[in-house]
């Protein structure tokens, strides 16, 4: 038992170590693949820009109902 907890530790902490060496973009895609995947993320696709625009403005984040108001 004590065998595969260690083992699980050299993994996570290999696993750590990977993230640390990885580029900004590549970590926020699989935070960003990772997140959508256990349900915790919904990703909005569009063609006008719109919805990027609007999360500019208000710091990242955007309530859908308030999105849904914008013109």
Known sequence: MMT???DKIKRLAS???NAQLTTSFQRLS????SGHEKGLLEVI???DGKVRD???VRGG???LV???NVQ
């Open 4 to 6: 595969s907890d260690w």
């Open 15 to 17: 696993d750590f170590q």
């Open 30 to 33: 699989e935070l960003r693949r």
């Open 45 to 47: 696709y569009t063609i």
């Open 54 to 56: 609007e999360m500019f």
């Open 61 to 63: 984040r955007i309530n």
């Open 66 to 68: 308030d999105l849904a």
